[in-house]
């Protein structure tokens, strides 16, 4: 049997400084097997663009540029056209703000299984530390920490949590709750392609912040899927940012509570708008 594809799926829009920390970090993957970078890119300013071209020659994995245009908040938007276009098996959504740790793909590997997706976990930096390692020439230095650095970060309060090197197997315990979608970010979210086509996607009737990646995990789950809990193994670390607009959040609430009470599956706008024959 061959090894899945992984197609890494990374939003971003006009933070050229933190694309590029997710770009080094994720250029120094161990064990990631074949992969492919597709930036799901909402509008961003040409400074992204440029930055893209710059490392896409010597990339140690094809990286592509989607780019849509900036009317607004449109995740949902920006990961279906990156999603259409994507060539693996296995779908891995980050945001352009979240480092992945080296063993970051490999650890997805080994979680990945039919009938499931893998909601990963956090940690979130500090306004300071974040500063830091975005100045910093070569941020990965900060992946080279072991626990007693993650520590006394803590107790900086420059970081929520000191687990980013921790590795726990849990097993079984993974499955428990299979059932919540809450555990659900797509800032760190596996899933294997056709059951991503199964739902058509993210739903783009949810505009501006919330909601959609709730919406998201609730159709999945109705589907037939469960959710694997990827904690202490697919860690990212999440860049402070300043708190998005969350001015439609009631509204895209109204929009998931639908869902929440309806029955469908699919969204309502979804992929295949994009690529209509995708399997």
Request: charged residues 25%.
């Amino acid at each position: 049997m061959n090894t899945p594809k992984l197609s890494l799926i990374v939003t971003t829009y006009n933070r050229p400084d933190a694309l590029r920390a997710v770009l080094e970090t994720l250029a120094r993957q161990i064990d990631a097997g074949h992969f492919e970078v597709l930036i799901a890119d909402d509008g961003s300013q040409p400074e992204t663009a440029a930055l893209i071209k710059s490392y896409a020659g010597n990339y140690p994995a094809p990286l592509i540029h989607v780019w849509q245009e900036d009317i607004g908040f449109r995740a949902a938007a920006a990961r279906n056209k990156a999603a259409a276009q994507a060539k693996g098996d296995y779908f891995i959504f980050i945001d352009g703000d979240c480092l992945p740790m080296p063993d970051f793909c490999a650890q997805h590997r080994r979680l990945m299984e039919t009938g499931w997706c893998v909601a990963g976990s956090r940690i979130l930096l500090s306004e300071s530390l974040t500063s830091s390692l975005l100045a910093n020439k070569d941020p990965f230095y900060v992946m080279l920490w072991d626990k007693s650095h993650w520590q006394a970060a803590v107790k900086r309060r420059e970081a929520n949590k000191a687990s980013a090197c921790c590795r726990w197997p849990l097993g079984m315990l993974r499955k428990l709750g299979g059932h919540r979608w809450q555990r659900v970010r797509t800032c760190n979210l596996g899933v294997w392609r056709r059951d991503f086509y199964a739902i058509n996607g993210f739903d783009e009737s949810f505009c501006g912040w919330g909601y959609e990646d709730s919406d998201f995990a609730v159709r999945l789950i109705r589907q037939g899927l469960r959710v694997k809990d990827g904690r202490f193994s697919v860690q990212v670390l999440h860049l402070w940012h300043r708190e998005n607009d969350r001015s439609q959040q009631p509204e895209n609430w109204v929009r998931f509570e639908a869902t929440l009470n309806g029955q469908h599956t699919k969204a309502i706008q979804g992929v295949d708008q994009y690529h209509p024959d995708a399997t």
